[in-house]
């Protein structure tokens, strides 16, 4: 539930550069701190804010990656997905990727925020329900065994 709004202020800030008069390049990264990733044809990208299946990347390649993007005005405007494939198949280096990076076109969502405090008070919700059942439950055996033990002592009394 917090990744989810974690996730939702994310993209509120990405909306937030998109609608300002900043140049920006958004980059959105694979799961970053892995270190034994392949170096050989293994770089993706794509604009547009589209996805690419997650996988990992290093923290040194994305700060390249940063940097690159200084370099190409092209990219300015727009949200990058970047992630590893599989050994071959991608690109040695940033450069031809991002050559052909367009400046986004993509109409995105608004706001998720919205939907993402929706989903958190449903879920808080269950959570309150499935715990006054419990509850209620733990209030219910615990008087059946005060109950029994009460019988237990008036007997032998």
């Known amino acids: 539930m917090l990744g989810h709004m974690a996730k939702g202020w994310n993209y509120e800030g990405e909306q937030l550069l998109r609608t300002s008069d900043v140049d920006y390049t958004i980059i959105r990264p694979g799961v970053m701190g892995k270190d034994d990733i392949p170096s050989e044809k293994v770089l993706a990208l794509v604009d547009n804010g589209q996805d690419l299946p997650v996988t990992p990347v290093t923290h ?21 997905t970047a992630m590893n494939v599989e050994a071959g198949t991608g690109e040695d280096s940033y450069a031809p990727l991002l050559a052909k990076v367009k400046s986004d076109t993509k109409k995105f969502p608004t706001s998720l925020i919205d939907e993402h405090k929706k989903a958190a008070r449903n879920g808080a919700a ?23 033990l009460m019988g237990l002592t008036i007997q032998k009394s």
């Open 60 to 80: 040194s390649i994305i700060a390249g990656l940063c940097v690159e993007c200084l370099d190409y005005p092209n990219a300015a405007r727009s949200t990058l």
């Open 126 to 148: 269950i959570l309150a329900t499935v715990m006054a059942a419990l509850l209620s439950g733990a209030v219910a055996i615990l008087k059946s065994v005060g109950g029994i």
